[in-house]
């Protein structure tokens, strides 16, 4: 019950809290990458570039979306 009202009255973020993508994305790529990685010595490189990626993706679908809403809708 609780989850239908989430999904009819959603929680209201701000501009701000865009930027709290940046350290869950690395996070995200730290906790992964350690657990692939071969070598220790490739962590920090493998880490930047899957964060790079990650980013580079969600900001191609923010793109993507953002063309989506002003020109088909």
């Known amino acids: 019950m609780i989850a239908w ?7 209201e973020m ?3 809290h865009i ?12 906790v992964y ?4 990685v071969e070598r ?3 962590l920090p490189l493998a880490v930047l570039v899957l964060w ?3 980013l580079g993706g969600i ?3 923010a793109v993507g979306f953002y063309v989506l809403l ?4």
């Not at 009202?5 to 929680?11: A, D, E, G, H």
């Not at 002003?70 to 809708?73: R, S, V």
């Open 40 to 42: 220790l010595r490739q």
């Open 59 to 61: 900001l191609a679908l």
């Open 52 to 54: 790079a990626y990650m």
């Open 5 to 11: 009202r989430l999904f009819v009255n959603p929680v």
């Open 70 to 73: 002003e020109y088909a809708a």
């Open 19 to 30: 930027w709290l993508v940046l350290p869950l994305c690395a996070v995200l790529a730290i």
């Open 14 to 16: 701000g501009a701000d």
């Open 33 to 36: 990458k350690t657990i692939r």
